[in-house]
């Protein structure tokens, strides 16, 4: 499976009365495809997984899968109790999905061993192949992926912990392995300000939850940063990203609160974050409005 471009997380709209927004959902996902997107990964963190049944995830998965119609491979989210997560990989497969991103189980900790045999079990639930997201509770070494590795439903890691060093083991290891097809992410949150330290680890791709809100400043800093544009890049990061990320810090679970208020602010009404996380306030509103105005200037809109 090749990804090639910005990977789209989007979000899940949801009406006044909090139930997924079918039509939005596909008008918020058909409106970023002309920007090129690598693959579009719906049901994801960005869009809440952690909040969504799994009738929840079936509905937003066929949308995502119906709006792309076979343009871009479609990776549909799977995690948290592993009852849930196999129940979120059969209906992935049962709307069209391409892959699975795995995130971390629920609440407990486990070694290594239990985390190999949770992205077994949930490979082995559907014929979808699985990408790992390594986070929070879910830690992988370089032997447990070289392990995973060997599973030729494995096809992808995607590094949100941010220890290079071991990022740098595990790409060295699972290279080390003859796999050509392994592809490795950068799945930090608002990646493009780290992007630059990944793709000298060997990782090249990266989730981009910016696409989603303002898809022109996430592909004028792609361009830069594929065409090797460093003035432009430092440019977006030093206007854009990172007074971004200073707004992201100031309240959890701002990496998906922003997204979705970003989306709004530009006339999408894709409705609030489901709890626990909150929305912005108002003054945090107009930060995020002053941040995004800079940014379209600097991407030339």
Do not use: W
Request: hydrophobic share 45%; glycine share 12%; proline share 7%.
């Amino acid at each position: 499976m090749k990804f090639d471009g910005v990977l789209f997380f989007p979000v899940t709209p949801f009406t006044p009365e909090g139930t997924v927004d079918v039509e939005l959902l596909k008008e918020h996902i058909g409106s970023r495809l002309s920007f090129g997107p690598g693959g579009v990964f719906p049901a994801c963190g960005t869009g809440e997984f952690h909040a969504l049944s799994i009738d929840e995830v079936r509905t937003v998965v066929t949308a995502a899968v119906e709006v792309v119609a076979g343009t871009v491979p479609v990776v549909a989210g799977a995690g948290g109790p592993l009852g849930h997560a196999v129940a979120a990989a059969r209906v992935a497969e049962e709307a069209g999905a391409d892959a699975l991103l795995v995130l971390p189980p629920y609440l407990v900790t486990g070694p290594t061993d239990g985390l190999v045999a949770y992205i077994e079990a949930v490979a082995d639930a559907s014929s979808l192949p699985v990408i790992v997201y390594h986070r929070g509770n879910a830690k992988f070494t370089a032997a447990s992926m070289v392990r995973l590795a060997a599973n030729p439903k494995v096809i992808g890691f995607k590094d949100g912990l941010g220890d290079v060093g071991l990022a740098q083991e595990i790409v060295s290891a699972v290279r080390a392995t003859g796999r050509e097809d392994f592809a490795f992410f950068n799945g930090l949150l608002t990646a493009e300000l780290t992007q630059g330290a990944y793709r000298g680890l060997g990782i090249p791709l990266y989730s981009s939850a910016a696409f989603a809100m303002a898809p022109e400043i996430a592909k004028a800093y792609y361009d830069a940063y594929v065409s090797g544009d460093e003035d432009r890049r430092n440019a977006l990061l030093e206007g854009f990203y990172a007074p971004l990320v200073r707004l992201r810090d100031q309240t959890p679970g701002f990496g998906v609160s922003l997204v979705k208020a970003g989306l709004r602010l530009g006339g999408l009404p894709v409705g609030p974050v489901r709890p626990p996380l909150v929305d912005p306030t108002e003054d945090q509103l107009l930060q995020l409005k002053s941040i995004l105005a800079k940014g379209y200037e600097l991407a030339g809109r």
